[in-house]
């Protein structure tokens, strides 16, 4: 090989990679351009709704640090879409939720039916013989108050995309015995509003391999 080709190759190899260089370059700032208005839209619903939660509860998500996994090439989730601010609506059920988990007359407009009979079967004593505004009482008295846990804090820490109208979103609660306990909630689109349907206990360990 003489040194004129080689000298060709050096500078078809100089191009490609330059190219290469542009490519990443462009897709980084598509990234970032992104992710700055995704914030921005948590910034948004954070603002939109700052008078209608308990600011005695906080949101610890890392909405940055999800981000960053959203578009992960290596990600095993085949389609899942982890932040559940790519809607909007389906954010503020969450936040509205989740911000004023200590009164239930608040967080009721925001979970169906069959979530409410589900919490006040677990409370409640023969709940089906009473209203559903009888049943809001008892589980707002002061006695099964005192025994229920205060939230202070929850985290978003997965969401997966089940389809138009359902979400699966894991938040980590945190109380004020300095412990947090994890547990799953099922979204589901009704009426065109986003409302918790169920709250579960879920292997996302096996499900998607992550801890």
Same mark, same amino acid.
């Given at each position: 090989?003489?040194?004129?080709?080689?000298?060709?190759?050096?500078?078809?190899?100089?191009?490609?990679?330059?190219r290469?260089?542009?490519?990443?370059?462009?897709?980084l700032?598509?990234?970032?351009?992104?992710?700055?208005?995704r914030?921005?839209?948590?910034?948004?619903? /954070?603002?939109?709704?700052?008078?209608?939660?308990? #600011?005695?509860?906080?949101d610890? +998500?890392?909405?940055?640090? $999800?981000? %960053?996994?959203?578009?992960?090439?290596?990600d095993?989730?085949?389609?899942?879409?982890?932040?559940?601010?790519s809607n909007?609506?389906a954010?503020?059920?969450?936040?509205?939720?989740?911000?004023?988990?200590?009164d239930?007359?608040?967080?009721?407009?925001?979970?169906?039916?069959k979530?409410?009979?589900?919490?006040?079967?677990?409370?409640?004593?023969?709940? /089906?013989?009473?209203?559903?505004?009888?049943?809001i #009482?008892?589980?707002s008295?002061? +006695?099964?108050?005192n025994? $229920?846990e %205060?939230?202070?804090?929850?985290?978003?820490?997965?969401v997966?995309?089940?389809?138009?109208?359902?979400?699966?979103?894991?938040?980590?609660?945190?109380?004020?015995?300095d412990?947090?306990?994890?547990?799953?909630?099922?979204?589901?689109?009704?009426?065109?509003?986003?409302?918790?349907?169920?709250?579960?206990?879920?292997?996302?360990?096996?499900h998607?391999?992550?801890?």
């Open positions: 090989m003489n040194t004129e080709t080689l000298g060709e190759i050096n500078a078809e190899s100089w191009l490609n990679m330059k290469r260089s542009y490519f990443f370059i462009l897709l700032f598509f990234i970032l351009s992104a992710c700055s208005d914030i921005n839209e948590v910034r948004t619903v /954070e603002k939109e709704i700052s008078k209608d939660v308990d #600011n005695h509860i906080s610890k +998500t890392e909405y940055e640090k $999800l981000l %960053k996994f959203e578009n992960d090439p290596d095993k989730s085949n389609g899942i879409s982890r932040l559940v601010y909007a609506d954010l503020k059920t969450i936040k509205l939720y989740f911000g004023n988990y200590n239930i007359t608040k967080w009721k407009d925001y979970v169906t039916d979530y409410l009979k589900f919490i006040f079967k677990l409370w409640i004593d023969k709940p /089906e013989e009473n209203s559903v505004e009888e049943n #009482n008892i589980y008295s002061e +006695t099964i108050n025994q $229920l %205060k939230l202070l804090s929850y985290k978003i820490m997965w997966e995309h089940v389809g138009d109208d359902e979400k699966l979103v894991l938040v980590e609660r945190g109380w004020k015995k412990y947090s306990t994890a547990l799953t909630y099922k979204l589901v689109k009704a009426n065109g509003r986003w409302l918790i349907d169920e709250r579960m206990d879920f292997d996302w360990v096996s998607w391999g992550i801890s």
